[in-house]
């Protein structure tokens, strides 16, 4: 289930579970969605993005989905490995503004 | 993807004294790199747009003459911790951008900076 740490939202999943990691965005006029993975004193690595004409794109065992409408954003992971355990970030961009950064959801694996 | 450069990954040093951060892109030029710092259980901060031959860009709250960055080349951009604190202590963290908008972002590995 999900819990609330101090900072960052929990996602705990069993081994080989899909995951669903949820993230809304702020700004209506965001063009450009990216996931980002970090492991623990790593920087973020590039997970997988979609662009605004899209509401669903794939990757190998990730999928994200945008729903504009509600400005909410999902990573799905399938059949979830313990590897997969890091903190994952969505972001937005809009035109050549800034990339923008959510708060985080910290993804636990239990073998 | 790109690989992007990060040195030191952890750093001690004493209060009072500057530390220098470096971020290479090793196999692409970098016009745009970030930097950003990053507490623990937390999000990244953005600190700063450093741009190749111009002067940085900085974040509302963020001191340049205590941050100073430097973007001499196109492959490397420094940080630099002046008179460093114990509340400087953080997670240091560049990226360098590629792409028409600098939508495509590869980060270094981090910098973990202890103050003591």
């Known amino acids: 289930g999900e819990s609330v740490g101090l900072h960052l939202p929990t996602l705990s999943v069993q081994e080989g579970d899909n995951s669903i990691i949820n993230c809304a965005y702020s700004?209506?006029?965001?063009?450009?969605f990216i996931w980002y993975k970090q492991e623990s004193g790593k920087g973020p690595q590039f997970i997988i993005d979609?662009?605004?004409?899209?509401d669903k794109r794939q990757g190998q065992r990730v999928t994200v989905l945008l729903n504009k409408t509600v400005k909410h954003l999902s990573l799905q992971i399938a059949a979830t490995q313990p590897g997969d355990s890091a903190v994952y970030f969505c972001?937005?961009?809009?035109?050549?503004?800034?990339?923008?950064f959510g708060t985080g959801t910290k993804l636990q694996v239990i073998p | 993807g790109a690989v992007v450069s990060q040195h030191p990954s952890r750093v001690i040093c004493k209060s009072g004294t500057s530390v220098k951060i470096e971020c290479r892109s090793l196999d692409f030029q970098a016009t745009t790199m970030f930097w950003y710092r990053q507490f623990p259980k937390q999000s990244l901060m953005l600190m700063a747009t450093?741009?190749?031959?111009?002067?940085?860009?900085?974040e509302q709250g963020v001191e340049k003459d205590k941050f100073l960055i430097n973007h001499a080349s196109l492959t490397l951009s420094t940080l630099t911790v002046t008179s460093a604190h114990p509340e400087d202590s953080s997670f240091y963290i560049c990226?360098?951008?590629?792409?028409?908008?600098?939508?495509?972002?590869?980060f270094g590995s981090g910098t973990q900076l202890s103050v003591l």
């Open positions: 979609i662009r605004s004409n899209m």
């Open positions: 700004n209506s006029a965001s063009d450009y």
């Open positions: 990226s360098a951008a590629a792409g028409t908008a600098n939508e495509k972002l590869f």
């Open positions: 450093s741009n190749e031959g111009s002067k940085a860009t900085y």
């Open positions: 972001a937005e961009k809009w035109g050549y503004q800034k990339v923008t």
